[in-house]
């Protein structure tokens, strides 16, 4: 690795390190720190209905937490024993200013979407959720399945990755929950969404803040490029006290499922860290063969020698009322990629998100983002290595936030650049510009 890149890297770190630092300082300041009694950690990836959880119903606009009984960015438990059905409608469009072609490019993140007003995706979920805090015998699930145009960018190795055409059909998660007697431990087996990263796939609406206000209509290049969608296998929770909650487990790698591309689980682990009701930082690692982390029939053969390190970290805090504050942190690591030169190859980035809401109609959403492949575009499916940074406001709008059926209605528009060190936008270019609409309907 060349001096350059361990300069990145160890800067990289030592912004990480200094972050938690300064989280770890307030929460020692007992004035900062306003610890509720135990509570159950994130038993969902999706935010739950409004008879059964503050989220997605009346959304709670610059309000990540969700409820009082939670741990800091995470989903609450829902407390009624009875399965909840629950879902949302979201569609878009995106304008590409810099090549407004439908399909020349290669336009980078959009190639074939822009242009077009998209049915994103459809969501219907049913699940019943557990406690583990309660220390009891009981048993939950999760169903949630996807159709539209999204569900092609999300299907796992060996589950609807036959599919042809714009929209498609995707069985997202599908898991059960068990909790056992004299313990606060849960145990998941299935699918489910991957749970690093500040966003998430779920109309990007389920991230790190935990409000469908707080989120942007397009996704980050970590979340696209730098974290798993999806993975299934065995995930152990085990609940500390309210401020550490611990998770780790085998799966069978990133974005794998009925088939798997080298058959050698993954370790998966996460530690949540809420040192109050306003604060929480959240870090994740995987550690296994992921080449190739695609899916489909036609994949080269599995890699199991060279396996690759991710580690991503994810710190929220709520200021006030209105504003709340975000960053996400991504570190991907391989000794080598067949069929690429050289040794290792790394990429990753780092983002900072700001949500302001001036009132229960408008939040104003903003995040700026540095990401870099130095994997001869290995992760981006660029050409070659390059680094980019892309800037993106938008606006959260709720047109009626007291009415209790078009209160579920919420509109995103935003615009968005990106710059790229290398000609990789458009014909040639180092800049592109859109602008991105979205509308969704939540149930």
Known sequence: ?????????VIYFSVIILF?????ARAGDPSSVTLEPASAPAVSTAAKPAEAAPGPGPFAFAD?????DQIPGTTPPVPAPSPAIYGYVEGGYMYDFTSPGSNDGPTFIFYGVKNKVNLDKISLNAERTVDPTKK?????????????????LIHSNGMGDAQTGRNQWDLLQAYVDVTFPDTPLRLRIGKWIELA??????ANIYGAFGDPAKALYSYSYQFLYAEPGTQTGALVTYVLNPRWTFDAGLTRGWNQSLRDANNVPDFLGRVTFAPSDKTSAIFVMTEGPEFPAGTGKSLPAGDKSNWWTALDLVVTHKVNDKLSLGAGFDYVETPHIPGLAGGAKQWGGAAGYVSYAFDPRFT??????WYRDSADGFSTGAP???GYDEATIGVA?????KNNTLSHLLFRPEVRFDHSDQSIFGKGDHNQSTFGFGALFTF
């Open 136 to 152: 009891q015998f009981d048993m939950g699930f999760h169903l949630e399945g996807i159709y539209g145009a999204d569900a092609a």
């Open 397 to 401: 709008i709720k047109p009626f936030p």
């Open 364 to 369: 104003l959403n903003t995040r700026l983002e």
């Open 197 to 202: 990263g500040f966003e998430q796939f779920s």
């Open 64 to 68: 990540f937490t969700q409820g009082d």
């Open 20 to 24: 938690l630092i300064a989280i770890t």
């Open 1 to 9: 690795m060349g001096s350059g890149k361990r300069d990145n890297i």
């Open 384 to 386: 070659i290595s390059a």
